[in-house]
């Protein structure tokens, strides 16, 4: 994967984070319409991609694997709030430990939705991990900025967040390529933890913000053009 895909994880992140200077108040429907279209790009990825390459070894256990991800990911909203989501909370709690938890559960998932890039040609889940990071880093630095963390700790854990989607790549990498022992030999049942958390990731963006589990017109244009787009990503491919 080119340098400039790696810059792109990053950055999307980080400027998708501290962009929360720029905007006062916490309902940005520009955000929540790009956070719709990454949720169905990443599941149209998903079906598309990343689950017939995870069965193409013959692994009958990824399944297994896949419900461990979908699993493993409720676990880890019970530390982030969902942020990952896109979703912006209040927080009460004591202010200096408030990061903590938070931040290791987001760190962990954005460090596993960077792994499926060692594998094959992923230059449309790259696209679509960038989108999905942006609204995500906004919330985390919103909430961060509202539990009254200053701005350079703010920016500080936004970078970090920013930096483990590119680290995932590189540890994936090295894992795929046999540099870390034998663990390639287990690629796709990490393939299939990673397609769990996916799952579970696309579809609470695209039901659980709606009203009613209903869309209105726009996000129904943004979902639409993001499963269009993965399909015809898709499509080229063949």
């Known amino acids: 994967m080119g340098y400039w895909k790696i810059l792109l994880l990053f950055f999307a992140a980080f400027f998708g984070g501290t962009s929360v200077f720029l905007f006062k108040g916490d309902n940005h429907k520009t955000l929540k319409l790009v956070l719709s279209f990454s949720g169905a ?3 149209g990825i998903t079906v598309l991609h990343l689950i017939p390459d995870a069965y193409h070894g013959n692994d009958n256990y990824v399944g297994v694997f896949i419900l461990v991800g979908f699993l493993f990911q409720i676990v880890l ?3 982030s709030d969902g942020i990952e989501h896109g979703h912006m909370h209040k927080h009460p709690h004591d202010l200096a430990v408030f990061p903590i938890g938070i931040m290791i559960s987001l760190c962990l998932h954005a ?4 792994m499926p890039l060692a594998q094959g040609n992923q230059d449309q889940l790259v696209y679509g991990i960038a ?6 880093a906004f919330a985390l630095a919103t909430v961060l900025l509202t539990n009254k963390q200053g701005k ?33 030999h287990y690629f796709n049942r990490i393939m299939g933890v990673v397609i769990g958390i996916f799952l579970h990731i696309s579809t609470t963006i695209l039901f659980e913000s709606s009203a009613d589990h209903r869309f209105n017109m726009r996000k129904m244009i943004a979902v639409l053009a993001g499963v269009a787009i993965a399909l015809l990503g898709f499509l080229k491919e063949l």
């Open 41 to 43: 790009y990443l599941f």
């Open 77 to 79: 909203e019970q530390f």
């Open 111 to 114: 460090f596993l939705e960077g």
């Open 131 to 136: 989108l999905h990071h942006i609204p995500a």
């Open 152 to 184: 350079n700790k703010t920016i500080f854990f936004v970078a970090v967040f920013a930096v483990m989607a590119p680290a995932g790549y590189f540890f994936s990498d090295a894992l795929s390529t046999g540099n870390i022992g034998n663990l390639q």
